[in-house]
């Protein structure tokens, strides 16, 4: 059963433009979410957060909405360069729950492309 | 301040052995955690230590184990290698004192079972 799931494998844009990475979950204990980047052969460098108790957060280009309702988060990349291209990862944790804590389920990935 | 360590980074086995990764965290952090990463499945979550107990542990077989040390460096051992265990190990840190906290990568240790 897959909690986090983003459903485009990729997704190309050109420089400048908006990129709309887009992630749904299943679990309503989900409570903190995580958007992590992640070159080839590397490990996953962290983004952006936010706690359910926000619906907004914003770092420089990196936007993250969430909408507790539809259990849907999105990262918008205003603008975008061709070294944003990498695989974005959602990720999920769920703080009250007790033994579920200290885990982030991830969404398989979205390959973007920023193309020149 | 320096980031999560993975060593080795490649590693090549064959069937049946057994094999040890390390991570160490950065510094201050007491909790690690360990994720596989494979094609098919992406990233799972392996198990997570603070202060040298198990916290919280993904389904995965008892073939895979960890431990961590009083310096919160942490290794992960998997007995009886098999091919599926082939995958992108990565190891992650954080404080360790409340849930919700932000995890850091390592550049991960690259297995291949042959």
């Known amino acids: 059963d897959q909690q986090v799931k983003q459903n485009s494998p990729s997704l190309s844009v050109q420089e400048g433009r908006i990129s709309i990475l887009n992630c749904d979950y299943t679990?309503?204990?989900?409570?903190?979410f995580l958007w992590y980047k992640k070159y080839p052969a590397e490990g996953p460098t962290f983004l952006i957060s936010?706690?359910?108790?926000?619906d907004k957060n914003e770092d420089g280009r990196f936007t993250v909405f969430l909408n507790k309702s539809a259990k849907h988060l999105s990262l918008h990349i205003v603008p975008s360069q061709p070294g944003d291209s990498a695989v974005y990862f959602c990720a999920a944790s769920a703080r009250g729950s007790g033994g579920s804590n200290y885990k982030l389920t991830f969404g398989k990935g979205t390959l973007l492309t920023v193309n020149p | 301040k320096a980031g999560v360590t993975q060593t080795p980074r490649y590693l090549i086995k064959t069937r049946g052995q057994q094999v040890t990764l390390s991570c160490s965290p950065i510094?201050?952090?007491?909790?690690v955690s360990w994720y596989q990463q494979t094609p098919g499945q992406g990233l799972q979550f392996l198990f997570e230590?603070?202060?040298?107990?198990?916290?919280n542990k993904g389904n995965f077989p008892g073939r895979f184990s960890g431990r961590q040390f009083s310096n919160s460096r942490s290794e992960m051992n998997v007995s009886t290698l098999e091919l599926g265990d082939s995958a992108l190990y990565l190891c992650?840190?954080?404080?360790?004192?409340?849930?919700?906290?932000?995890?850091?990568f390592g550049p991960g240790t690259r297995l291949l079972v042959l």
């Open positions: 679990n309503s204990m989900f409570d903190y």
């Open positions: 230590y603070f202060s040298e107990t198990q916290r």
């Open positions: 510094s201050g952090h007491r909790s």
């Open positions: 992650a840190s954080s404080l360790g004192w409340s849930s919700g906290e932000t995890q850091y």
């Open positions: 936010i706690s359910s108790i926000k």
